[in-house]
Nanobody, 124 residues
Framework: VQLVESGGGLVQPGGSQRLSCAVS????????VAWFRQVPGKEREGVSC????????SYADSVKGRFAISRDNAENTVYLQMNNLKPEDTAVYYC??????????????????WGKGALITVSS
């Protein structure tokens, strides 16, 4: 299973950006996908997760109301729409998956496959 993030870049505070995560290698069913982010010197933080069907989502308190996760299972792509970005959102964003259908208790140590990351820099 391979995951490739795209959509990183420089964004002004208050701006928006959308990250994409293209997944390949699932044999039949889609599975849960989560977004994490990491700043150098800090632990990787769970940002959002979406269930295999897309019916259930979960967000970290720090992004709730500003970020929205969605997926297109026909295209095997998961999106993270980020609005009202703040400088503290600056990080490398990773998408990850495992063989589960639901997000309950999603954490980095539960993920098996990871993308290489996309850098989001929020700065004026």
């Amino acid at each position: 299973v391979q995951l490739v993030e795209s959509g990183g870049g420089l964004v002004q505070p208050g701006g928006s950006q959308r990250l994409s995560c293209a997944v390949s290698g699932w044999k039949s069913d889609p599975y849960v996908v989560a977004w994490f982010r990491q700043v150098p010197g800090k632990e990787r933080e769970g940002v959002s997760c979406i269930s295999a069907s897309g019916a259930a989502t979960s967000y970290a308190d720090s992004v709730k109301g500003r970020f929205a996760i969605s997926r297109d299972n026909a295209e095997n792509t998961v999106y993270l729409q980020m609005n009202n970005l703040k400088p503290e959102d600056t990080a490398v964003y990773y998408c990850a998956t495992n063989w589960n259908y639901y997000c309950s208790g999603y954490a980095s140590h539960n993920m098996i496959y990871w993308g290489k990351g996309a850098l989001i820099t929020v700065s004026s």
